[in-house]
């Protein structure tokens, strides 16, 4: 497995821009394809995004395609989601997570395929 630890996450009014930091050890992060996820309150955990093992391919929600973006530094073992025009409805606990291999955003997607996990972030958005 990989230990996983979010930063980032706050409060900020609609419209603005937070970066979600997500450091990883143990399993060499290289191998491993990395994702966001969130929960809202009430609500089940969602896909946000995701990335390949080298970056070359990414995926999102439809709900943040052209706002969030999901990049990685193997190098640094980090990954990040840059938030922009945040949106009340984007206020959640986001959580990163890894796994080996996946390569195709339809797999990428698919949260029960991951085996590591953080603690979670939360962002909040003000109207």
């Known amino acids: 497995q990989v230990q996983l630890v979010e930063s980032g996450g706050g409060l900020v009014q609609a419209g603005g821009s937070l970066r979600l930091s997500c450091a990883a050890s143990?399993?060499?992060?290289?191998?491993?394809?990395m994702g966001w996820f969130r929960q809202a309150p009430g609500k089940e955990r969602e896909f946000v995004a995701a990335?390949?093992?080298?970056?070359?391919?990414?995926c999102y929600t439809e709900a943040v395609k052209g706002r969030f973006a999901i990049s990685r530094d193997n190098a640094l073992r980090t990954l990040y989601l840059q938030m922009n025009s945040l949106k009340p409805e984007d206020t959640a606990v986001y959580y990163c997570?890894?796994?080996?291999?996946?390569?195709?955003?339809?797999?990428?997607?698919?949260?029960?395929?991951?085996?590591?996990w953080g603690q979670g972030t939360q962002v909040t958005v003000s109207s």
């Open positions: 997570a890894a796994r080996l291999l996946g390569s195709t955003c339809l797999s990428l997607k698919q949260g029960l395929r991951y085996d590591s």
């Open positions: 143990g399993r060499t992060v290289s191998d491993n394809a």
């Open positions: 990335i390949n093992r080298n970056g070359g391919t990414t």
